[in-house]
């Protein structure tokens, strides 16, 4: 598993420079999470509340609760992946992802 420039965290994000992962890190840091993992883990209705919440605030944070680091990881990134979205960031049991808006996205990134 690719890690970030730091060494830790969550894997890089697909697309996104260190750049703009430090922007989407910087505006994420005030939001609470916006979908929780419970004890079922990665069902397909959680991929579709967080493909809508996704969809309505393009940056979410996701809580997991429970289970050991490597499961919670391997969550995060089966999450990211059915949704089309990047990890930005993993941190404990929060993780932070992007995806911007089909019309027209509502976050402006920094150039590369």
Request: without cysteine.
């Amino acid at each position: 598993m690719e890690r970030n420039a730091h060494g830790r965290g969550a894997p890089a994000a697909p697309g996104l420079t260190e750049r703009q992962r430090r922007h989407l890190r910087g505006l994420a840091h005030a939001l609470k999470p916006v979908v929780r993992l419970g004890q079922a883990g990665l069902t397909p209705a959680l991929s579709r509340e967080t493909a809508r919440a996704l969809e309505d605030h393009e940056l979410v944070k996701v809580k997991a609760s429970g289970g050991d680091r490597e499961t919670r990881d391997q969550i995060f990134v089966a999450l990211a992946a059915s949704t089309g979205s990047a990890l930005v960031q993993r941190i404990g049991h929060v993780a932070v992802l992007y995806r911007p808006r089909a019309e027209g996205p509502r976050l402006l990134l920094p150039d590369a």
